[in-house]
C-alpha cells in the first residue's frame, strides 16, 4: 500500500504564483484520489509485492491493467513535479546546467522559450519534461500519466504539470502565464541538477 507523500513545502508557500487553494486541492485531492485508486486497485494485480516504479514500468501498454498503470503514474508524476518547485524566495537560476541548456538549446533564454512552447501546445492533459538522453539534454511533452520513467534511455529532470487542475483556480485559461510563473519563480533548479548525472 502506497501512502500520500508530503509537500515539501507549506500550502502557502508558492504563492502568489501557485496559490495555496491551488496547491491544497491539488496535493490533497488530486494526488490523493491517485494514491487511493492505485490501493484499491493493486490487490487484485500480479504488482503487490513490486516499487511504485516497477509497477509503473511493468503495466505500462497493457490494457488490462490501464487503470493501475494511470494511477501509479500520476502518483509518480506528482511526487516529482512537487520536488520540482520550490518557494519563489529560494528560486535561482541554474547553475551546473546552466552550459548544458546553452549547449543544448542556444541559451537559457531559448531554453524556456522551447519548454513553454512544448507545455502550451500538449493537447489536453500532461506534462512537460526536461529530460536527460545520455549526455545531453531535451524537452519532452507526455499526454495524460504517461511519463519518462518508462524509457530506460530518458533520466527526467524535472516536470511541469499542465493538467487544468494544476492551474485552472489561479490563471483559469491561461496556461501560458502559468508555465512562465512555473519557469521563472518558482522551478527548482537544484532538484534537477541532483537528478541530472552531468558534471
Ligand atoms: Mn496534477
Known amino acids: 500500500m502506497f501512502d500520500l507523500p508530503s509537500l515539501p513545502y507549506a500550502n502557502n508557500s508558492l504563492s502568489p504564483f501557485i496559490s495555496s487553494q491551488t496547491l491544497s486541492f491539488h496535493h490533497e485531492k488530486h494526488h490523493k484520489t491517485y494514491v487511493d485508486n ?27 491493467y490501464q487503470g493501475i498503470f494511470n494511477n501509479a503514474a500520476q502518483v509518480w508524476n506528482h511526487t516529482f513535479y512537487w520536488h520540482s518547485l520550490t518557494p519563489p524566495q529560494s528560486f535561482q537560476k541554474p547553475a551546473l546546467l546552466m552550459p548544458y541548456l546553452a549547449r543544448d538549446f542556444g541559451s537559457y533564454e531559448a531554453f524556456l522559450g522551447s519548454f513553454k512552447d512544448a507545455a502550451l501546445s500538449q493537447f ?20 495524460n500519466a504517461e511519463t519518462p520513467l518508462c524509457d530506460e534511455k530518458l533520466i527526467p529532470l524535472l516536470t511541469c504539470d499542465v493538467w487544468e487542475h494544476a492551474y485552472y483556480l489561479d490563471y483559469q485559461n ?20 541532483k537528478n541530472t548525472t552531468l558534471r
Not at 491561461?174 to 541538477?193: I, M
Request: hydrophobic share 40%; proline share 4%; charged share 20%.
Open 38 to 64: 492505485l490501493n484499491r486497485l493493486l490487490p487484485d494485480s500480479p504488482f503487490t509485492s513490486l516499487s511504485l516504479e516497477d509497477i509503473i514500468r511493468q503495466s505500462h501498454g497493457n490494457p488490462a
Open 124 to 143: 489536453g492533459s500532461g506534462w512537460a519534461w526536461l529530460v536527460q538522453v545520455d549526455q545531453k539534454l531535451k524537452i519532452l511533452k507526455t499526454s
Open 174 to 193: 491561461r496556461r501560458g502565464d502559468y508555465v512562465q510563473a512555473f519557469l521563472e519563480n518558482v522551478l527548482n533548479w537544484s532538484f534537477a541538477e
